[in-house]
Each structure stands twice: as C-alpha cells, then as structure tokens.
C-alpha cells in the first residue's frame, strides 16, 4: 500500500501536474538491439519548457534489472553533446557551477533503490532538449523462453523514499493521474534470435521480418504506464563464451546453460506468503489469486504448506506448515478465493520475518522424514514489491535460511527489489503481467522448486583468474548463468562449470570461446566486479577507479555534460524545479486495467487526486475511503474537481502570490522585535532523514530550534510560489534573545535580512551536518543571496557569532534531551 494526498486541480489540461504547471517531460522513444542475449538499448527523452521562467527538470526513472548504463548524450539548440563520467562529488560541483554560470548541465546519477536521476539544468523559457541514455543488458533462457523487460514507470512505494529508499530531496518520486507521456519502441532482434515467436505481453506490437532480422515496433498509443514485455519463444538455450581485449589482460564473459538429472522431484515445504496491501487491488490481486490456485495443482502429497497474507500486518491463514492432503488444500483453495487487496500498507520486512518463524503443526510434524526437515524451507512470495525498505527486506531475507521463490504481478513490479530477493537467498524469480497465462511461470517455479540442490559449484577457466564473479547459491536447470572473470592470457579452451546434484557429479562446457573487438564486453565484466566490491574503504576504491576507468555510473560517480552558452544568452537567476511526475502504473490499486484500451482509462475523472510515493507514513486509499474507480468515471469532471478542492486542509493548500498579505517581505528592514511567547520548544527528530514540514507559514511565536529554522527554510525554498520568502517564513518564529541580537547586528553589516539569514542557516547547516543536510535547492538559494559578499567578511562574522550560535545549539539539545514525555 502506498501513501496517497490530494490537492487541488489547478486546470483541466491532463498535460499539467499537480500545482497546474506543464510537464517538461514530453515523450519517451526507445531503440534496442538482441544480439544473442545482450540487450543494446538507447532511451531519448525528449523535454520541453512550456513555462515563462528556466527550469531545472528531475526525473527519476528505472532500468531493467542487471543493466549497464553505458553513455549519455544530448540535443541543445541544435549542438549534440557527450556525457562524462566523474566522480560524484566533481560532478555535483560541476554541475551546480554551470546552474550559477547560466550554462545548461545535464547529470546523470544513481540512487539506493535501482533508480537513476536525470537532471537537465537551466533550460530556458520555450527550449527543447533531447536526452539519449545508453545501457546494456544480459537476458537469460529461463526454460525455454527470453524475457525482455523494459520498466516504464516508478508506482507509488510504501515507506520513506528518502529515509530508506535513499533518494536524495531533489530526486524524489511521485505518480499522477493527471499526466500523461507517449511512448514509441522499436526493438530489432538479429542472429538466431530473429528466429523466435514474438509475444508482447503489454501493448499492441507490429512485427516485421527481413532476412536477418526481427523488427518489433510498438504501435500507436502507447504511454509510460507500464512495463513494456516481450517474450522470445522456440529457441533452445546453449553455453558459450566471449573473450576482448581488456588492456594487458583478457575479459571473459560465459554463459552457460546447465541440464541437470532427471530425477523423483524434491518434496518441498512450502510457506507462501501473498501481499494484500492496497497497491495490489484490481490487476495484481487477481493475478495473485490465478497464481496461488495455480500452485495448488503442483503440490503433491508429500509437501507441505501454510498460508499467509500480509499488508500494515501479517494474517496466518493457515498458521503452521501442514501435509498437502485433499483436506488441507481445500482449505487453502477457500482462503485464496477469499484474498483480497484489504490489508492496507506494505510492512514485508515483518511479514517476511514472521513468515520465517512458522513451524510445523505438531499434529503432523512425525510424518516428514528427518532427511527432508534438514533440506530448509521455502518461501513463496507473490506481490508487486512497491516499497522503499529494499535493502532492509534483502537484510533479514538473506540472514533467514530460506530460500525465496518470487512471483512479481503488476504492470510495473519493481524488479529489482524482486530479483535479487530471489538471488540472494538461492531462490528464482519470475514476473506475470496481468494479462499473462500465469500456469506456465507457476509450473517453471516448481520445477525449480522440485529439483535437486546443486552444491560443490566450480568454474574451470583454463587459467587461473586475476578476478572471477561470485558463483551463486544455487543452480536450475533451464536457467542461463552469466559469470565473469579477468584472465592474464588469451584462453585456449572455453570455461568449464562443475557442480553435484544429488551426489551426481555434473559439468557443461561452452561449445567455443568468441572473439569480441567490441569493447563493451569490458565494461561489462568491470561492471560486475564493482557490483561484487564489499563497503569497505579499500574495496570502495578499487570501485571507484574501476568506474572512472570504464566509464560506468554507480553510487560513486556520475555522468554529466555542460551546454556552455554564449554570452547574451546565458540563463539568469535560479531555475524552478521540475520533479517530473510518473504516470500511474495501469492496474495500480484498482485504478483501471491493463486490459484495457491504451488511453486514458481514468485520468480525466481523478483530477486533483495525486498518488505521493515520497510522503512516509501518508493515508492509504483504503484510510480515504475512497470510491469505486467505476463511480469515478462516472462523475463529471467539475465535481471531481470540486470535491478535490473540498478535501484539502490548510496545510496542503499554498495561497497565491496575488492575494497573500505582504506582510514581512521587505528583508532590507530591520528584523520587527516580538514579544516572546513562553513555550517549551517542540522536540524535533534528530535525524537528517526527518520529514520536510509542507510549505506554509507557521504561526507568529513558534519557538525556534535550529532543526525547525532548517526545516522551515526548506520548506519555503521548495515552494515553487514562494522560493523568495524565506525571511517571512523564519521572521515567524521565536528566537532566543541572543539569536536576535545577533541577527540584528548582522543585518546591520551585510544590509539585509535576507543575507543574515543566509548566513545563520549556512551555519546551522554546518553544526547539524549530521542530522539535517539542506537540499540542493536550498545551497543554491543561500549562494545566490550571499554571492556579492566578501568571504573574509563572512569568515569574520562567523567568527564573532561562533560562541552564540554554537550555545544556541547546545541548550537547544539539553532541553530536547531532557524534556518531558507523556505517557
């Protein structure tokens, strides 16, 4: 379940977001080539400013699973541009000099959560800008079928998108109903892989042939509101090997397609766990139900089974594993029928945890053999995965012993989390799109399930490696593995892998090794060796220099390019963020169908409802009450808007520059005495993750803690409409005695209010680096206020005022510490 606000409808023009400014985003086209299995794509956004005033533009958008990102290019004006990679702290400050410059950067960089950030800086009223990103992908044979993903949107995520997800202010995520963007796809598939039967799961396809190849094109009306999938069938998995030139050594890449005995299948005991949380309404739920009766009809009576569905809590259905005989899986067959999206939030970190601690029914706990109880225990999980506690949910699955088999359902599961849940624990994953024939992705599942555990893992390179990938923790037939490695020399013979099945000794062999004069193949294997590098100091280097060497993006590192304009045309004063805003995924909670015609299924109707995945611990739909998607469409557009209006409280509403008073807003005034109000000072969370408080004025006399004057200079640096009224909204608080008089003194010095504000929030922001860190927006507002100013001065000032600013921080944090709480 995920968290869900509502503002008011600005306009009628779905094109608008929220705060009825255009979209910069306007269209997403991509290109992509198969060559055997690696995946070549290149995504062009196109962007667009329909505004009066330069904009900075944010968007925040996924790659598939495992995806390499390669290189990015632009169109500015005319001039094509190429990308660099840097290291993320030289990219920011090149980025944020070109933003003071007037130049237009753009940077490319990647969060916590499998996410990327595009960020296009200063593009100036009626400007056009084509953003080209390159990456690449290793598909896999998954039994008999490829599955070629490519991820569309970011659906709303329970949790803190900054806390645990960790996006940075700027990159948060949010998904309307309101916008809208096209999307056109051409996929061509060369070599063999020409040779398959096309099935696109998403959207309606053309398919072309020529003599060497496949042309997959995606037909008109498509948008970004879903996943877009193709399935690749009728070819058979093998083994091979390529090698390239890597400097003085040679990179390797094998992938190899094991086989493995044909034997009696493996009982399993089987504990499945299926999210019911309110992002699961509509397509998802009743893909999970036509999963789970799916999985009945593989059980057989040597497994065992319980029964759980989790959302804000977890429900045991059937609270211990039981034998599958006729009467429990009757039980189970009523309890699926009976599962519904209708248990709110998305706590899986619990669930999951819960789920791991069930045991056996003591009624039947002699009829399993003791063999079997030492093989562990399994744990289906069907859900969709829209959370943003990834690395916390991989944490406790990874520490519990069991394996994880997962079915992803939606039009837009988020993979990543999903995937390597199941690479983490030993177990598989596989993805179902609403519209997809579930029985064969549940009969793959337990085939694996079934098979025997491979242990002994080994991989001969002829050679012994300078650096080879982690073997994994388990081994299915059908199912390509990639490794890589680094050799000294060129290799003679193709890689080996060996491995026991049952006490079976097994080996496969790549048929030859291919030489590559590309020197993607490279990158790729440095890629996979930053991916493996551990969180320690030296290994974090040896990534970093890896990365800036090949050229990839990872935590530390970022792609950028400057458009350096000419004099007279440079971009002046700070631009208005643009947080490009996601479409809806179809399906998502009930809201529409992918089953349903490429349009706007039900967006003109829900004006004014918009779906805040970065807003921690929000009202579910399920809180809201809200109704039918039905009854929606069938209201007029004005009542929905009213409605919208009528449900907004204060908070949420920002009143319009126009009709505001003027209160305060001369900041070359001396700051107004006032009278202090005795009130003992709110606690505020010590953490640099504490929820940014909404843009709106506080009331005169709120006492003041440096936490709350950072808090509430974010707030008014953030708001679109009052971006200049940062001293208005500080002036209403109530400082202690010597912060004014030190706030007086400083605006007799500098001149104004608005640069001895500057200057004390720059120094609280140094004093609590480690529990408030301002946002990119609120650096640049502070620089272009105290650009004109001398830095010897300030650096006296800040001198002079040390002991009152830092005594202000110190009684502030006694009395928090030491202040009352009701029980």
């Given amino acids: 379940m995920n968290a869900v606000t509502s503002h008011p409808a600005a306009d009628l023009d779905e094109s608008e977001s929220e705060s009825g400014l255009a979209s910069s985003l306007q269209s997403v086209h991509i290109e992509g080539e198969l060559e055997g299995l690696l995946l070549r794509i290149t995504t062009r956004q196109h962007y667009k400013n329909q505004r009066k005033s330069n904009l900075e533009a944010v968007y925040t958008f996924p790659l598939p699973w495992g995806a390499t990102l390669l290189g990015l290019n632009a169109q ?9 990679v840097l290291e993320k702290k030289q990219a920011t400050q090149r980025y944020e000099k070109a933003i003071d410059e007037g130049d237009t950067p753009i940077m490319v960089e990647r969060s916590e959560s499998g996410l990327y950030s595009a960020n296009l800086g200063n593009l100036k009223p009626g400007e056009e800008a084509d953003i080209e990103i390159e ?4 598909l896999r044979f998954e039994q008999g079928h490829i599955r070629i993903t490519l991820p569309t949107t970011v659906g709303p995520r329970y949790g803190d998108a900054h806390a645990t997800g960790g996006l940075a202010p700027h990159e948060s995520v949010s998904a309307s109903v309101l916008t809208e963007y096209p999307l056109t796809v051409n996929i061509t598939l060369n070599g063999e892989v020409a040779k398959a039967q096309v099935h696109c799961l998403s959207h309606t396809v053309a398919v072309s042939h020529t003599e060497t190849a496949t042309v997959v094109s995606l037909q008109q009306g498509g948008f970004l509101d879903r996943d877009f999938v193709l399935i690749l069938q009728g070819l058979q998995g093998q083994s091979f090997a390529s090698v390239a030139s890597d400097g003085e050594a040679f990179a390797v890449l094998a992938s190899f397609c094991p086989a493995l005995p044909d034997k009696a299948p493996q009982p399993v005991l089987l504990k499945v766990l299926v999210d019911c949380s309110g992002s699961m309404g509509g397509d998802s739920i009743a893909a999970a ?10 059980l057989g009576d040597q497994d065992w089974i319980s029964y759980s569905r989790f959302g804000s809590n977890v429900r045991h259905e059937l609270p211990a594993l039981q034998p599958c005989n006729a009467k429990t899986l009757k039980q189970v067959a009523k309890l699926v029928d009976a599962t519904d999206a209708d248990l709110g939030g998305t706590e899986m970190n619990q669930a999951l945890t819960n789920t791991f601690e069930l045991g056996m029914n003591q009624k039947f706990k002699g009829q399993i053999t003791p063999q079997r109880q030492t093989q562990g225990t399994d744990v289906l999980l069907i859900t969709d995965g829209d959370i943003w506690d990834v690395g916390g949910v991989i944490a406790s699955a990874r520490s ?3 394996r994880l088999f997962v079915i992803g359902v939606g039009s837009s599961p988020t993979e990543s989390l999903l995937r390597q849940l199941a690479q983490e624990t030993g177990g598989a994953c596989e993805l179902v799109s609403p519209n997809q024939d579930v029985a064969d992705a549940i ?32 081994l299915y037939g059908g199912d390509t593995l990639h490794l890589c490695a680094r ?7 193709p890689p080996q892998l060996s491995w026991v099945a049952k006490d079976t000794p097994m080996q496969v062999q790549a048929h030859q090794v291919n030489p590559q004069a590309d020197p993607l193949l490279a990158r790729l294997v440095a890629a996979q060796q930053v991916n493996q590098c551990d969180r320690t100091d030296k290994s974090r ?5 890896l990365a800036l060497n090949y050229q990839l993006v990872t935590d530390q590192t970022n ?20 947080q490009v805003q996601h479409m809806l995924a179809a399906g998502w909670g009930g809201v529409g169908s992918v089953n349903e015609p490429l349009v706007s299924y039900s967006r003109r109707a829900m004006h004014g409802i918009s779906m805040r995945a970065s807003a921690p611990m929000m009202p579910s739909m399920d809180d809201l009450a809200m109704p039918a998607p039905t009854v929606w469409r069938n209201r007029s557009v004005a009542s929905a808007k009213v409605d919208a209006l009528s449900s907004v409280t204060g908070d949420d509403f920002v009143i319009p520059a126009f009709i505001r008073k003027a209160t305060g807003d001369d900041d070359s005034s001396p700051k107004a005495k006032k009278t202090p109000t005795p009130q003992a000072p709110t606690p505020q969370v010590p953490t640099s993750q504490a929820p940014r408080p909404q843009a709106r004025k506080l009331p005169p006399g709120t006492a003041a803690t440096p936490l709350l004057i950072l808090q509430t200079f974010e707030a008014s640096v953030q708001d679109r409409m009052g971006s200049q009224r940062f001293v208005s909204a500080l002036q209403a608080l109530d400082l202690p005695a010597q912060m004014e008089t030190m706030l007086d003194e400083l605006i007799k010095e500098l001149g104004t209010g608005a640069k001895a504000w500057a200057l004390v929030v720059q120094w609280l922001a140094q004093r609590l680096a480690g529990q408030f860190t301002l946002s990119r927006q609120g650096e640049r507002q502070l620089r272009q206020v105290l650009k004109s100013e001398n830095a010897a001065l300030l650096q006296k000032l800040k001198e002079t005022w040390a002991d009152t600013v830092d005594g202000f921080v110190s009684v502030t944090n006694q009395i928090l510490t030491h202040a009352p709480t009701s029980d």
């Fill in 443 to 474: 009969v793959r599942m337990f085939r694996r399930m079934h098979s025997a555990r491979c242990t002994s893992l080994r991989v001969d390179w002829g050679q012994p490696a300078l650096w080879q990938s982690a073997l994994p923790m388990a």
């Fill in 135 to 138: 990456y690449a992908q290793l």
């Fill in 289 to 298: 139900r036509r999963a789970l009766h799916e999985v009945l009809k593989e």
């Fill in 400 to 402: 519990s012993g069991h």
């Fill in 487 to 493: 050799l000294a020399s060129l290799p003679t013979t």
């Fill in 76 to 84: 500015i004006n005319g001039q094509r541009l190429q990308g660099t």
């Fill in 559 to 578: 792609l950028i390019l400057v458009h350096v304009r000419q004099e007279g045309e440079k971009a002046e004063g700070l631009p208005d963020l643009d």
């Fill in 541 to 545: 280097k040896q990534a970093l220099e």
